[in-house]
């Protein structure tokens, strides 16, 4: 899929640019050296897979939650470039059921055991101008987020419709006292919240870009966030730009940036499971 390419919107120098791009390959370089590192540990076995002696076990789960801190700044800072090259609205309008039902159907199986999912209702038919992956990366964070300001929660309810002239997507991170879960990690201060490459800045970013509003709010036991952007009309309903026909499923980026607040070894767990 090509992005529209605009020319506005730069907030970095070319030297900058250059700088976050050698950034970007030499964290890629390391998060190569401490897989090769891990998978050592296991004797080769599969990456998901945890040694089974207790001093391998934790240099291993430790190995594995910087990789996923590196790969979390290497996939923030692809977003920022993004934006940088001129990445905006897109003539078309996609279809963002597909990508919706993903993001919520992975992060339920990636942080099963410290989160269960609630009320989630996504109905067919949700266009937007804007592109499936750059939503992703958005709902991703807002979910950290939300485990940030309600460290207690266990419950996920998502759901998207079309109101009036609107899409909206809502996320709730809520306590349900009735469910047996596991606590959230606490998560580390892993990046400068001034930085452009900083996941709320990338947020702003994104809001800015395809002309969203952004709410969020709490209230006794839960954190919502809401998402409101311009719904949009399919042109040819036949021949669809849709994320029906493509994929938009990177389990790299649910991954990195789940691993804020999901414990190393649920996630591992629920990647075996779901290999």
């Given at each position: 899929?090509?992005?529209?390419?605009?020319?506005?919107?730069?907030?970095?120098?070319?030297?900058?640019?250059?700088?976050?791009?050698?950034?970007?390959?030499?964290?890629?370089?390391?998060?190569?050296?401490?897989?090769?590192?891990?998978?050592?540990?296991?004797?080769?076995?599969?990456?998901?897979?945890?040694?089974?002696?207790?001093?391998?076990?934790?240099?291993?789960?430790?190995?594995?939650?910087?990789?996923?801190?590196?790969?979390?700044?290497?996939?923030?800072?692809?977003?920022?470039?993004?934006?940088?090259?001129?990445?905006?609205?897109?003539e078309?309008?996609?279809d963002?059921?597909?990508?919706?039902?993903?993001?919520?159907?992975?992060?339920?199986?990636?942080?099963?055991?410290?989160?269960?999912?609630?009320?989630?209702?996504?109905?067919?038919?949700?266009?937007?101008h804007?592109?499936p992956?750059?939503?992703?990366?958005?709902?991703?964070?807002?979910?950290?987020?939300?485990?940030?300001?309600?460290?207690?929660?266990?419950?996920?309810?998502f759901?998207?419709?079309?109101?009036?002239?609107?899409?909206?997507?809502?996320?709730?991170?809520?306590?349900?006292?009735?469910?047996?879960?596991?606590?959230?990690?606490?998560?580390?201060?892993?990046?400068?919240?001034?930085?452009?490459?900083?996941?709320?800045?990338?947020?702003?970013?994104?809001?800015?870009?395809?002309?969203?509003?952004?709410?969020?709010?709490?209230?006794?036991?839960?954190?919502?966030?809401?998402?409101?952007?311009?719904?949009?009309?399919?042109?040819?309903?036949?021949?669809?730009?849709?994320?029906?026909?493509?994929?938009?499923?990177?389990?790299?980026?649910?991954?990195?940036?789940?691993?804020?607040?999901?414990?190393?070894?649920?996630?591992?767990?629920?990647?075996?499971?779901?290999?």
């Open positions: 899929m090509t992005e529209h390419i605009s020319s506005g919107g730069k907030l970095l120098t070319e030297t900058a640019v250059r700088m976050l791009r050698a950034r970007n390959a030499a964290d890629l370089e390391a998060i190569a050296a401490i897989r090769r590192t891990a998978q050592a540990l296991c004797g080769g076995a599969d990456e998901a897979a945890l040694p089974a002696d207790p001093a391998g076990r934790d240099a291993y789960l430790s190995l594995t939650e910087t990789c996923w801190q590196l790969q979390n700044r290497v996939l923030c800072t692809r977003e920022l470039l993004c934006y940088e090259a001129g990445t905006a609205q897109p078309e309008a996609f963002l059921c597909r990508a919706l039902c993903i993001f919520i159907n992975r992060a339920e199986e990636l942080t099963d055991g410290c989160l269960r999912a609630g009320i989630c209702e996504v109905p067919h038919g949700l266009y937007a804007v592109y992956e750059r939503l992703q990366f958005v709902l991703l964070h807002l979910l950290c987020t939300a485990a940030a300001e309600q460290p207690d929660g266990n419950t996920l309810d759901s998207a419709s079309n109101v009036q002239d609107d899409l909206r997507i809502e996320l709730v991170l809520r306590r349900d006292p009735e469910a047996e879960v596991l606590p959230f990690r606490s998560q580390q201060a892993d990046y400068d919240p001034d930085l452009p490459d900083a996941p709320q800045r990338l947020i702003e970013r994104f809001c800015d870009c395809f002309g969203v509003k952004l709410l969020q709010h709490s209230s006794a036991g839960k954190f919502a966030c809401i998402l409101t952007m311009p719904a949009a009309r399919a042109v040819n309903p036949l021949v669809k730009v849709s994320s029906d026909s493509a994929d938009y499923h990177d389990d790299t980026m649910f991954q990195a940036v789940l691993s804020r607040f999901v414990p190393a070894e649920i996630m591992l767990e629920a990647i075996a499971d779901y290999m």
